[in-house]
């Protein structure tokens, strides 16, 4: 049966589950919200979303090198020193760190809550100046510019890209998933940064005719 959104968004914010776990559970239990919540209580998906609320101040700095060219630092917080050290909590950091640095687009926060409004004041001026935008009613146009800019940020926001082990899931669904199933603590992407090789740098460009020459021995 068909799920529909707003059922999803009601068992969201009762449960406090991912977006997609919740979409999963209605179409499992038929779009019975009850017998959805059992589902994901059964999961332990239920218990990590209540975990949330606990301080994570322990977890790692873990990296991830790709071919010598592209390099991610990502800080990963968890409760305890012990979940810290153990081989699921590393998983994760490392997964963490490789969609970082195969994600396309690239992410630039890790959820909207860091987006400068200026920046997003910024993107809806844009979206607003579109041609087809213009051509619209000035309700349709708010509707349209308001999509675009929430499908931006979802782009731009580690936690709402699609898994790249996982494009059906989000970030945020598989580190709820991975919290409540094998880690059994808070756990919290802090922050992270990527490098690649050569980015900003204007490479140099030398006249052909002077390569051929250098290359012919006469330069």
Not at 44 to 67: D, L, M, P, W
Not at 164 to 183: E, N
């Amino acid at each position: 049966m068909a799920i529909s959104a707003s059922d999803v968004s009601a068992l969201r914010q009762q449960t406090g589950a991912g977006m997609m776990d919740c979409k999963k559970a209605l179409e499992e239990a038929a779009g019975d919200i009850a017998k959805a919540t059992e589902i994901l209580m059964k999961k332990g998906i239920v218990k990590a979303a209540e975990r949330a609320g606990r301080i994570a101040t322990e977890g790692a700095v873990g990296s991830y090198i790709h071919g010598g060219r592209i390099g991610v630092l990502v800080e990963v917080n968890c409760e305890t020193d012990f979940v810290a050290r153990t081989e699921e909590f590393k998983a994760l950091v490392k997964d963490i760190a490789m969609h970082i640095a195969a994600a396309d687009p690239r992410p630039q926060y890790v959820d909207e809550s860091e987006i400068p409004e200026a920046q997003i004041a910024k993107q809806r001026e844009i979206y607003s100046a579109l041609p087809d935008v213009q051509g619209k009613p000035a309700n349709i146009q708010e509707r349209i510019v308001e999509g675009k800019v929430a499908k931006w940020k979802k782009e731009l926001c580690l936690l709402d890209q699609p898994f790249v082990k996982d494009p059906d899931s989000t970030v945020r669904d598989y580190v709820v998933k991975t919290a409540a199933t094998a880690i059994k603590e808070n756990v919290k992407i802090r922050r992270f940064v990527r490098f690649e090789l050569g980015e900003g740098l204007e490479k140099k460009s030398n006249d052909f005719a002077a390569e051929v020459a250098a290359a012919a021995g006469q330069g």
